[in-house]
């Protein structure tokens, strides 16, 4: 069955550091989204994409956030400054139809130092 | 109004027994709910999902009831079973929209 597969699993790193968190979605869906979970807390929409650029964002996806599908498979959310509070299981997700049936990712878990 | 609010937090059932999940939103424009599954360690599934315009659905054991008036759905898990123990999640969305609003999630733990 096709995944949506997201690198790397976990990462930490020092507050003020970039990151950059990776998702191939599967292959045939055209909308692509991320959307995090802080630990506790309720899962919450960033941001999705569509033909290459963005559909949506929420309040959360901020200045320091951006998206980029730079080769046609890979999708990526850069985290510009981290800061402690973006510490949360952020989780790729993508689907054929718009803001339905989504298909999730196992996540990566950011731990912000 | 964007919220959607899910209850009991967490749930024990004997196996065999119905588990039933409740949520309930107050945005009228909402007409996508569907409802997801987590395993430890691994990202949200889709189980079922439901528009407004039917009142219940059914897939195998798992039956969303829907009712628009009082603006609540529900999960049942009929003859639930240890495998079904997992983190559901409700959550709802207007079909313009991208975004998905969740609810809180209720950790349902199946005893044998």
């Known amino acids: 069955e096709p995944e949506v597969t997201q690198t790397p699993s976990h990462q930490v790193t020092q507050m003020g550091q970039e990151v950059i968190l990776r998702c191939v979605p599967i292959?045939?869906?055209?909308?692509f989204y991320w959307y995090r979970q802080i630990l506790g807390q309720k899962v919450e929409f960033l941001v999705s994409?569509?033909?290459?650029?963005?559909?949506?964002k929420s309040e959360i996806f901020d200045d320091q956030f951006s998206v980029e599908r730079p080769d046609g498979s890979n999708f990526t959310l850069k985290i510009r400054s981290t800061k402690l509070e973006d510490s949360a299981m952020y989780f790729c997700?993508?689907?054929?139809?718009?803001?339905?049936?989504?298909?999730f990712g196992s996540g990566t878990q950011l731990s912000v130092l | 109004q964007q919220q959607v609010k899910q209850s009991p937090q967490s749930l024990i059932v004997q196996k065999g027994g119905i588990s039933i999940i409740n949520c309930a939103y107050e945005?009228?424009?909402?007409?996508?709910f569907p409802w997801y599954q987590q395993f430890p360690g691994k990202g949200p599934a889709l189980l079922i999902a439901?528009?407004?315009d039917v009142s219940e659905k059914k897939e195998g054991r798992f039956t969303i009831s829907f009712n628009k008036s009082a603006k609540q759905f529900s999960l049942h898990i009929m003859d639930s079973q240890p495998g079904d123990s997992a983190t559901y999640f409700c959550?709802?969305?207007?079909?313009?929209?991208?975004?998905?609003?969740w609810g809180a999630g209720t950790k349902l733990i199946i005893k044998p």
């Open positions: 997700a993508s689907s054929s139809d718009r803001g339905e049936k989504l298909f």
């Open positions: 292959s045939n869906h055209l909308y």
């Open positions: 994409f569509y033909n290459n650029e963005i559909s949506e």
């Open positions: 945005n009228t424009a909402f007409d996508y």
């Open positions: 439901i528009r407004p």
């Open positions: 959550a709802a969305s207007i079909s313009s929209n991208y975004q998905l609003i």
